[in-house]
């Protein structure tokens, strides 16, 4: 490491709090959204965006990085694979999956559903991609959002009353990053449009996915849960790594998906340890200095890549307190040897200058992309919890957690009333052998071919992680601590991720934002604005829900539908009114995430305008053809 840098790290992960506080929304709050905005976002505002976007582009050209070469051996438990299937290692988050990216395999230019370790890892990630080819585009933008208000009342069992917790565990924004040691083990040239982002040459840069995710509050703690705070928000930067070489000849099986990840924070210091080698407790525990962000509030959300290491930032407007994290050595970010798993401190970068259409990560299901994301289908709420699974892990550096009130299996609520669901399951000499597993069907859910969950096949073994409703106690580093869940919560994430037979509030119209005080305010998003202040001209929308799908062939397509065969329903993008300035562009229209609300201007098509599968990408994703941004277009001009 550079000189002083290894004490650096130690001081800054030498201890770690949690911070939760108080705060919803009120119709007082929700008009200050326009006020806001303002004089927030004006003329002066984006040209300072355009001077980091110039300045982005001339470091790009003539930077050369040289980053230290220590290695830096794994933890026994760690993020080497955030799936939590690794051969090797043990894995931090107990709530695996939720933080990854949902990769495919390709070979021979066709993409298929990736196996790691003999178990299904995709998930359902509905996006809008921003295409622009101005130079740029690809590594500096900036977002504003206004984060839900839920419900003053508690989530019921039948889904009369619900959160946002329980809608999406982390809408997103996405960006790729250079990785030289990510999928396919090729050199990159950060912010260049000279890597290639196909799935058929060898040449591709090594390539890495990076999402700036928020979670939602109710449901914690975040090291085994998806909530820093019972009332409130914070965010996060990921960056996951892919340890496969070009068409999968080769994976390493104990790392095949590692995660670099850190809170947001009000200095910048990391809660602990972000890299996927030296990840502990303190890496998923909020701090005093974690942001925190009150439903309700406007958030500013800029991306940028000066040389000191790509950047997210999150201003939060209705606070005026900023949380911010830069992804460099200095910091404690590594990328992965594909060959022993060990570390080395890395600065990252974004990948690509432009956000033109071809600019991807080779390996992820999602063609972006410069995405807006809400990660779906990690949610049942039950009447009652059955089948105890307790964890209990101790790390090297004295570090524990223990929590034993959790459940496999949800009776009642979304499995229907008087109805048992998935699990438990228990490993065997043949396998991890699971009870009640089933999976998507022609009908709605069906039994599932095979009882072993370490199978690769598409079925939900487990309705697992599950937490009751109100406190329970857990043990932080050896100390009892007071934990919540909104609801009796399963989280479909501890044998396979995600509902994969559909019934849970994610797949139930009446689940979502409608204007009802029983159910939570949707999400809105303004932007996002170019590095020069101007909106992306077009736009993509999609969906990768055919990849979870058991009827869907990625091969062909047959059966790949959106909704996925069975379900009910399944949420899409719309744009509703609003006047914002946004510099020198204005837009009367906000998007929106969930169905149609009372005053939805545009839908296009509700799920119709996820298009079609892609068969020349991976056929478990489906894509609309190439739009004009409609936020900026049409209804919406000004």
Avoid at 65 to 75: D, H, I, R, Y
Avoid at 377 to 385: A, D, K, M, Q, T
Avoid at 567 to 586: H, I, K
Wanted: glycine letters at 10%; a negative charge; hydrophobic letters at 30%.
């Amino acid at each position: 490491m550079r000189n002083g840098e290894e004490s650096l790290m130690r001081i800054r992960w030498s201890g770690s709090g949690h911070s939760a506080g108080s705060g919803r929304g009120s119709p007082r709050a929700r008009r200050r959204w326009r006020l806001l905005l303002v004089p927030a976002v004006g003329i002066a505002a984006v040209c300072n965006l355009s001077l980091v976007g110039s300045a982005t582009a001339s470091v790009a050209a003539t930077r050369t990085v040289l980053e230290p070469s220590t290695s830096v051996a794994p933890n026994p438990t760690n993020e080497l694979d955030c799936n939590g299937w690794s051969k090797a290692y043990k894995t931090v988050k107990k709530l695996a999956g939720d933080l990854c990216t949902d990769p495919i395999k390709t070979v021979d230019g066709k993409g298929s559903r990736f196996v790691d370790n003999g178990w299904y890892v995709g998930h359902d990630e509905p996006s809008v991609k921003f295409i622009s080819s101005t130079p740029g585009s690809g590594n500096t933008m900036t977002y504003l959002m206004k984060v839900p208000v839920d419900p003053k009342v508690a989530p019921t069992a039948s889904g009369s009353v619900t959160n946002y917790g329980q809608l999406s565990v982390a809408p997103w924004f996405g960006l790729p990053m250079c990785d030289p040691d990510s999928y396919p083990q090729n050199p990159c040239t950060p912010d260049s449009d000279s890597n290639l982002g196909g799935i058929t040459n060898p040449a591709d840069a090594g390539s890495a996915f990076m999402e700036l995710q928020l979670y939602p509050p109710g449901y914690e703690p975040f090291v085994d849960s998806e909530s820093c705070s019972v009332t409130k928000w914070c965010a996060a930067l990921t960056i996951d790594s892919l340890e496969c070489s070009f068409q999968f000849a080769t994976c390493n099986p104990n790392c095949e998906e590692p995660t670099n990840f850190a809170f947001l924070q009000t200095d910048g210091v990391p809660a602990g340890p972000p890299s996927p080698q030296l990840a502990d407790v303190s890496t998923f525990s909020p701090n005093s200095r974690t942001l925190l962000i009150n439903q309700g509030d406007v958030l500013r959300i800029s991306i940028t890549d000066p040389a000191q290491g790509f950047t997210t930032k999150i201003q939060d407007l209705s606070t005026g307190q900023t949380g911010y994290m830069v992804a460099s050595a200095a910091n404690g970010f590594m990328n992965t040897n594909i060959a022993d798993c060990d570390g080395t401190p890395f600065t990252f970068h974004a990948e690509y200058s432009t956000a033109s259409i071809q600019n991807r990560v080779p390996w992820a299901a999602l063609e972006g992309g410069v995405l807006m994301e809400q990660e779906i289908g990690h949610s049942e709420v039950c009447s009652s919890l059955a089948n105890q699974d307790p964890f209990s892990e101790s790390f090297a550096n004295g570090q524990s957690f223990t929590d034993t009130d959790t459940y496999d299996t949800c009776d009642g609520g979304s499995e229907g009333a008087g109805q048992t669901g998935e699990g438990p399951c228990a490993a065997t000499s043949t396998g991890v052998i699971c009870q009640n597993a089933e999976t998507q069907g022609p009908n709605g859910p069906q039994a599932c071919p095979t009882d072993n969950a370490d199978s690769g096949t598409l079925c939900e073994y487990a309705d697992g992680f599950c937490f009751p409703q109100g406190a329970r106690t857990a043990q932080v580093n050896g100390v009892n601590t007071t934990e919540w869940a909104d609801a009796n919560q399963c989280f479909a994430d501890r044998y396979q991720n995600g509902d994969l037979d559909f019934d849970g509030l994610s797949y139930q119209r009446s689940a979502w934002p409608n204007g009802s005080p029983f159910h939570p305010t949707s999400a809105e998003y303004v932007g996002p604005l170019q590095a020069n202040g101007q909106p992306y001209p077009q736009v993509q929308y999609e969906s990768d829900i055919g990849g979870s799908s058991y009827l869907c062939n990625t091969n062909t397509g047959a059966d790949c539908t959106v909704p996925p065969i069975s379900a009910s329903f399944y949420p899409y993008w719309s744009l509703s009114p609003g006047l914002f300035p946004l510099g020198q562009t204005q837009t009367s229209c906000v998007w929106n995430f969930g169905g149609n609300l009372s005053n939805t201007l545009e839908n296009f098509g509700g799920d119709a305008q996820y298009g079609h599968p892609d068969l020349t990408w991976y056929g478990g994703t489906s894509i609309s053809p190439v739009e004009p941004n409609p936020e900026y277009t049409g209804r919406c001009a000004i």
